[in-house]
């Protein structure tokens, strides 16, 4: 039975393996109920149809107090998928 994952769903899943910080994409697969091998295609899918790599974020744990307070400001009040939506604060 072959699964077909809506865009929406393979969008939030490598902003999840982009961001897992020291955790493996194995893991964040088996988080997600995904073959491990699903989400490395998605992975190459996005890089080449990009055509640059993806840049490894930083976890919000590793950023400044300064971009914390930014992405407070930011997100306060949104919900759903406004807040899927938001990208965190350029990185210095």
């Known amino acids: 039975m072959v699964i077909r994952y809506s865009e929406a769903f393979i969008e939030q899943a490598l902003f999840k393996v982009y961001s897992r910080g020291t955790r493996t994409v194995r893991s964040v ?3 997600l109920n995904v073959n491990c091998h699903t989400v490395k295609n998605w992975m190459k899918r996005k890089a080449v149809g990009s055509g640059v790599l ?3 974020e930083k976890r919000p744990q590793d ?5 914390q307070l930014i ?6 009040g949104l919900s759903g998928e406004a807040l ?5 604060p350029s990185r210095q």
């Open 29 to 31: 697969a088996e988080e």
């Open 54 to 56: 993806p840049v490894k």
């Open 63 to 67: 950023w400044t107090p300064e971009q």
């Open 71 to 76: 992405a407070l400001h930011q997100t306060h």
């Open 84 to 88: 899927l939506k938001w990208t965190p």
